[in-house]
């Protein structure tokens, strides 16, 4: 299962989007990129999903360059409420979709 | 969306004591789930891959004997701390993806079940 790295922490302002890198130099032909978003005392929660280029939800962006060894999660006019983890993922969906988890980005959001 | 269940979400027994945690998936099947614990300020640290009709796949250093997985249906897969030491408090947390939807679906996770051993 490909490695991901991730800043271990980012601050920010409410109002203002947020772009959150992942580095995964090993990722797999068959590998799938997935967010995920943590608060404290929860399980996480699906945030967005992608292979390659650009996918967008109601929530998020996900960039994923040609290369596909890394991945940009972008929050559009974060909120306190967004002050959470946010875990990247890499993983192949034919596997059984086990999912290995790293550090993640604890994200802060301050007024 | 897909939804999965834990049960409990917060359990306090003494040591030595036996404890079973639910993880549901509510309106899909899930043939694989999966079971992660988490220290605080840490990580999400996979144990195990439970296997429905078949034993559960357990990652390295996890005891299969202190932690027995049971998925018998297709909708439950349990977890029974035994002997539950306060080292083993922890936050546990399940997850599942539908399979019976288009391909490439996530995981879903559940909420957690916070165990505390006195």
């Known amino acids: 299962l490909a490695k991901t790295t991730q800043p271990i922490s980012m601050d920010s302002y409410e109002g203002q989007e947020v772009n959150i890198t992942c580095s995964h130099n090993n990722i797999a032909t068959n590998d799938y990129i997935t967010w995920y978003q943590q608060f404290p005392s929860q399980g996480p929660r699906f945030i967005i999903q992608?292979?390659?280029t650009k996918v967008t939800n109601e929530v998020a962006s996900l960039f994923i360059p040609a290369d596909r060894k890394s991945s940009t999660l972008s929050l559009p006019r974060v909120s306190l409420s967004d002050t959470a983890v946010y875990y990247c993922?890499?993983?192949?969906?034919?596997?059984?979709?086990?999912?290995?988890f790293g550090q993640g980005t604890e994200l802060s959001v301050k007024p | 969306g897909a939804v999965v269940s834990q049960h409990p979400s917060w359990v306090i027994c003494k040591s030595g004591t036996s404890v079973k945690i639910e993880c549901r998936s509510l309106?899909?099947?899930?043939?694989?789930m999966f079971w992660y614990r988490q220290f605080p300020k840490q990580s999400l640290m996979l144990m195990a891959t439970?296997?429905?009709?078949?034993?559960?796949?357990?990652e390295q250093g996890v005891e299969k004997d202190k932690f027995l997985i049971n998925h018998a249906s297709l909708t439950l897969s349990t977890l029974t701390v035994t002997s539950a030491h306060p080292e083993d408090s922890s936050f546990y947390i399940c997850?599942?993806?539908?399979?019976?939807?288009?391909?490439?679906?996530?995981?879903?996770f559940g909420d957690g079940t916070r165990l505390s051993i006195l």
């Open positions: 992608g292979y390659k």
């Open positions: 309106d899909f099947q899930a043939t694989t």
């Open positions: 997850s599942a993806r539908d399979v019976g939807r288009e391909e490439n679906q996530p995981q879903h």
């Open positions: 993922l890499v993983g192949a969906i034919d596997q059984g979709g086990k999912l290995i």
């Open positions: 439970s296997n429905e009709g078949s034993k559960a796949t357990y």
